[in-house]
């Protein structure tokens, strides 16, 4: 059973600046795809950062300039670096893996709580 964790959340004030961890069991290159989601209050899951298949990053547009998305293959971690935080980047923060082969599995996270201040 794959294992994902997520840890480096908390409480900042706006301007601010996070980094979230994402632990795997196995090695990041057994998925296919490895990135950030999350959610607001209120509102639907969200994509954030990933790493595609190709191993290229892909960001949303609220996001680009202020997060960057990394791994550290020896570790097996995907990390999400958040600068320049904002209020409504407060959201829980959800890591996804999912396999290589169709049908498709995505394995999830318990997710990690980020508050962002005013």
């Known amino acids: 059973q794959v294992q994902v964790v997520e840890s480096g959340g908390g409480l900042v004030q706006a301007g601010g600046s996070l980094t979230l961890s994402c632990a795997v069991s196995?090695?990041?290159?057994?998925?296919?795809?490895m990135g950030w989601y999350r959610r607001a209050p209120g509102k639907q899951r969200e994509l954030v950062a990933t790493?595609?298949?190709?191993?290229?990053?892909n960001y949303v547009d609220f996001v680009k300039g202020r997060f960057t998305i990394s791994r550290d293959n020896t570790k097996n971690t995907v990390y999400l670096q958040m600068n320049s935080l904002k209020p409504e980047d407060t959201a829980v923060y959800y890591c996804?893996?999912?396999?290589?082969?169709?049908?498709?599995?995505?394995?999830w996270g318990q997710g990690t709580q980020v508050t962002v201040s005013s």
């Open positions: 196995g090695s990041v290159f057994s998925f296919g795809s």
């Open positions: 790493f595609t298949r190709g191993g290229n990053t």
């Open positions: 996804n893996a999912r396999s290589r082969d169709y049908p498709f599995t995505d394995y």
